[in-house]
Structure formats: C-alpha cells, structure tokens
C-alpha cells in the first residue's frame, strides 16, 4: 500500500519498528519531484537522490519514490509498505515522547 507525506528540510519519517526500524530525512529539496534522502537502517546509512522517475528500495517490500504535488519547500515522499508496517512522522513521535508516551 501507498502513503504520499509532505516533508520539508529536516524532517523525519520511521518506517518499522525496533530491530527492523528505517529512519528516512529529507536532506534537500531541489524542486518539486527531486529531492534527497538519507536513510538510517540497523545495518547500513545511505544517501538517495529521488525524483520522478528514480525509486529506491530500502527494506524487504519498502520503496521510497516522489509523490505529485511536491515545491520547492516541500516535498511529497512516496512510502509503499506492506500494511502490517508501521509508519511515524519524526515530528508525532517527538511529541508522543513530550507527552510521557512511553511507546514512542
């Protein structure tokens, strides 16, 4: 399944938790459909540069690619998961922590 979220400069998404958790930020916004990524996994870092027509793979079943409506601050993220995978703003999981949610 697909979810599109808008991400500026800095900003971060988790997809997965614990031993299998990917950490994704957006490291730059070149226009609206490129972008860069860095990815944080248990194992390796990378850094992507994704646009239109460039997806990458960042974990069994998880691709990361460009969503439509993206601009020059903002850029919309393509995550296809399988439904079972978690996905957190970097943002709502600061604020869980805020707020003594001992789950984020």
């Known amino acids: 399944m ?3 979220i808008g991400l500026e400069r800095g900003e971060t998404v ?3 938790k ?7 930020t957006i490291t730059d916004i070149m226009g609206p459909t490129r972008f ?5 996994t248990p194992s390796m ?3 992507y540069e994704i646009s239109g027509d460039y997806t990458v793979s960042v974990g069994t079943k998880i691709v990361i ?3 439509t409506g ?4 903002k ?4 995550i296809q998961a399988p439904r079972h995978i978690e996905i957190e703003r970097g943002k709502w999981r600061d604020k869980q922590k805020e707020n003594g949610n001992e789950k984020a």
């Open 70 to 73: 993206g601009t020059a601050r």
């Open 45 to 47: 870092d990378y850094r």
């Open 18 to 24: 614990g031993e299998t958790e990917i950490k994704v």
């Open 65 to 67: 690619g460009c969503g």
């Open 36 to 40: 860069k990524i860095f990815v944080e």
């Open 2 to 4: 697909a979810l599109v």
């Open 14 to 16: 988790f997809i997965g």
């Open 75 to 78: 850029a919309r993220v393509l």
